[in-house]
């Protein structure tokens, strides 16, 4: 089964605020994955709790044993960030 890595009561308990404080449905849908997990949920059960299929309760626990709590939060995607087109006016 797969098992998220031992952290500590600190931990466990900013995992828990950010489910409660966070307005980022994603950062509290992984908390709540890793949390479950850590109460010795397997992915099957986690994925009925949480709109998640089985495949994604899987990488975020292995993406959380890799990189921990920052892999809570979304990345913004490399590269420039998205301006608005320059309006163009229509030559008479």
């Known amino acids: ?3 998220v890595r ?3 009561e600190e931990e466990g308990q900013a995992l828990g605020s950010l489910v409660k404080l966070s307005s980022d449905p994603n950062v509290v849908q992984r ?3 890793v949390l479950q997990t850590m109460q010795g949920c397997s992915p099957p059960k986690v994925s009925g709790a ?3 299929g089985e495949g994604r309760v899987r990488r ?3 993406e959380y044993n890799r ?3 920052d ?3 979304p990345k913004k995607p490399p590269g420039a960030s ?3 087109l320059p309006s163009y006016t229509r030559a008479s």
């Open 31 to 33: 908390a709540m994955i």
């Open 71 to 73: 892999m809570l939060y």
């Open 67 to 69: 990189s921990g709590r």
């Open 6 to 8: 031992e952290f500590s």
């Open 50 to 52: 949480v709109p998640r």
């Open 60 to 62: 975020v626990i292995k």
């Open 82 to 84: 998205r301006s608005p």
């Open 1 to 3: 089964m797969l098992r």
